[in-house]
């Protein structure tokens, strides 16, 4: 079975976060295990609290999970802390691990709540682009790490472009976040733009679709995939599970099967 290392913050509600990401890879047939760097009091609605884990105690869990465990892909999320880029990256390269790496630059909730510690926009790019396979910023994000206004969906391809040849790997920019009857995502690989693009469900709008997204081509990237057609079978994927939204309470989530 394949092995997925998802390493990120936890989301109590159990949409996005690890729980949500462990969903994601256990329905798609592969084995996720977990590197928990904080621990998050929220609900899609806001960020109550967040507790960093201490390094120690993520060392220890890599640890446990590499020291055993195959690995055939990691997907690395929320981090919060400035200074763990530098120390995942070193955890990596200790442990040698030779496989697919899809980051998420968690900078902010969905909401607008803080993620990352002020400078986490420097050291993410520094210390852990250079290992990823593919990165995953949202528009936000994007703009962040780009220092460009992100306007209409005409910038995508530009920006993509301009990050994938800044940090010398793929750059896969959801565009999900701009107004208009479709979602568009734009990948930049290998010197190449690729576009994906679906009619929007404007009755759907479930928590944690970008990590979840992430996790899908993490473990597509793992089963052999190319990183477009791993961006292309997980952008299908997810889209089937946004038209099958569950609601709890005032919050939407996706279907955990």
């Not at 020291?67 to 981090?79: Q, T, V």
């Not at 390269?93 to 496989?99: G, L, P, R, T």
């Not at 949202?138 to 790490?145: D, K, R, T, Y």
């Not at 791993?230 to 099958?244: D, G």
């Amino acid at each position: 079975m394949i092995g997925v290392l998802i390493i990120g913050g936890s989301d109590c509600s159990c949409g996005a976060g690890i729980q949500g990401d462990l969903k994601t890879v256990t329905n798609l047939g592969a084995y996720g295990t977990t590197i928990v760097t904080s621990v998050v009091a929220e609900h899609p609605g806001r960020v109550e609290a967040l507790y960093p884990l201490p390094f120690s105690i993520i060392e220890s869990q890599f640890h446990s999970i590499l020291d055993f465990f195959p690995i055939s892909a990691i997907k690395i999320g929320m981090l919060y802390k400035k200074e763990l880029p530098e120390k995942i990256a070193e955890l990596i390269q200790k442990f040698s691990i030779k496989a697919p790496i899809v980051i998420d630059p968690v900078l902010a909730a969905g909401n607008g709540d803080p993620l990352a510690e002020p400078g986490m926009e420097e050291e993410l790019p520094k210390n852990l682009f250079p290992l990823a396979t593919l990165v995953t910023p949202n528009i936000e994000e994007a703009e962040i790490l780009s220092g460009f206004i992100i306007e209409g969906p005409e910038d995508l391809p530009i920006v993509a472009q301009d990050l994938a040849e800044q940090y010398n790997t793929s750059f896969m920019i959801k565009g999900g976040h701009l107004q208009g009857k479709t979602t568009l995502d734009v990948l930049h690989h290998n010197g190449k733009t690729y576009s994906f693009e679906l009619p929007r469900i404007f009755s759907a709008n479930p928590h944690g679709t970008g990590c979840s997204m992430a996790s899908m081509i993490a473990v597509f990237l793992a089963q052999g995939l190319e990183v477009p057609n791993a961006v292309e079978k997980a952008k299908h994927t997810l889209y089937e599970k946004i038209k099958r939204e569950i609601q709890i309470g005032p919050f939407y989530f996706l279907p955990p099967q």
